[in-house]
């Protein structure tokens, strides 16, 4: 297997990663010194509005596009490492190829990715770093604003700065309260990332395999990439049952995350609704839509609405406390199903 070249992926993010006017300015300076007083005022309120205590706090950055780049692409690489090192020695047809290849093979790679984390990096407005950490801190803990991205939307949309800030991090902060108020999420997710490295290998016919499977697709009137994008269809299919479980997961700490925003923000902010409206309309906007369906980032923007859903519908039948039941263990986490059908869950469950 060929290695990513990782120089090259931040490279060709830069490309794609554009300029906006006001980065770097006193406009984003000004932000970087507002910004630990609003993570501090929304970790105080999302920790009493789901009952998942917080310890100490955490760093604090107002960051650019280029920053953010450089900080996935660390994090990329570290996770993928194990991988690479699993398939450098697996007695594919890839290794026996010269180095002249296989250096062009990991560029080619490192162009893809580049074009994926510069895509991204106009869009993210903030990040919560705990779960790939890139720095010395092991454990990471580090709430992230692009400031470029947030400047950016409150002016086209005209969005009081103090309030559209706040509300980013409300969310950054639930997904802070999520991985460091449930003593067991972090190993969890990173077991799941484990199980997806200790299922990929080599696939004797895995692209003949591909191949029948978007042609079966395609005849069937189907669309052959599915709910999980390029990535799922180039899974194995022991993989796709580990994706399966991360969507499950992720659509509840997303869902978790964005009805904690609104709900919280709507006590402060007079336009929540507004912002969320705007924000589910950029998530549609038909421009990028082809693209996102393609690698599999549709995915994730899915699970915005089907785990609000699913958080919604459990306090309709139960309450608001029956959620606390899915913090207990993983074992009693919503599957995939269940997302899409809160009753399975709540009767499995007890609640």
């Keep these: 297997m060929s290695k990513v070249d990782w120089d090259t992926a931040r490279n060709i993010s830069r490309r794609f990663s554009g300029d906006y006017p006001l980065a770097g300015t006193y406009h984003e300076r000004r932000f970087e010194k507002q910004a630990p007083d609003l993570v501090a005022r929304a970790s105080e309120m999302v920790s009493e509005a789901t009952g998942l205590i917080t310890p100490g706090s955490p760093v604090v950055g107002v960051i650019t596009r280029h920053d953010w780049v450089d900080t996935n692409t660390r ?4 996770m993928l490492k194990p991988i690479e090192d699993a398939l450098a020695g697996d007695g594919s047809a890839s290794d026996d190829d010269p180095p002249e290849r296989r250096s062009i093979a990991g560029k080619a790679m490192g162009v893809q990715i580049g074009a994926l984390l510069g895509f991204m990096s106009k869009r993210v407005l903030g990040q919560y770093e705990l779960v790939l950490p890139t720095g010395d801190n092991e454990y990471g803990d580090t709430v992230l604003f692009v400031g470029a991205n ?3 939307m409150e002016r086209k949309h005209q969005f009081k700065p103090s309030s559209f800030r706040f509300w980013v991090a409300l969310h950054e902060c639930a997904h802070r309260a999520q991985f460091t108020g449930v003593p067991w999420m972090r190993p969890y997710f990173l077991s799941l990332v484990e199980e997806l490295i200790a299922t990929d290998g080599p696939e004797k016919g895995r692209f ?11 005849l069937a009137g189907e669309d ?3 709910d999980q ?3 799922g269809l180039l899974a194995s299919p022991a993989q796709r049952g580990v994706i399966d479980k991360v969507q499950a997961l992720m659509s509840l700490l997303e869902g978790h995350g964005h009805v904690v925003m609104n709900r919280v923000g709507a006590q402060e902010i007079a336009d929540v609704s507004r ?24 995915m994730k923007l899915r699970q915005y609405d089907d785990g609000a859903k699913f958080i ?17 263990s993983p074992e009693t986490l919503p599957t995939l ?4 059908d809160p009753h399975l869950w709540l009767k499995r469950v007890g609640a």
Excluded at 75 to 78: A, G, H, I, L, N
Excluded at 208 to 218: D, L, P, Q
């Design 75 to 78: 994090s990329f690489s570290r």
């Design 208 to 218: 003949a395999r591909i191949s029948a499977e978007f042609r079966a697709a395609r």
């Design 224 to 226: 052959p990439f599915g």
């Design 150 to 152: 947030i400047l950016s």
């Design 312 to 328: 919604n519908e459990v306090e309709r039948l139960a309450s608001w406390d029956a959620l606390s039941m899915a913090w207990e």
């Design 337 to 340: 199903d269940e997302i899409k």
């Design 275 to 298: 912002m969320s409206d705007i924000l589910k309309a950029r998530r549609k906007d038909p421009k990028s839509a082809a693209f996102m369906k393609l690698i599999g980032i549709e």
């Design 229 to 231: 994008g390029l990535v």
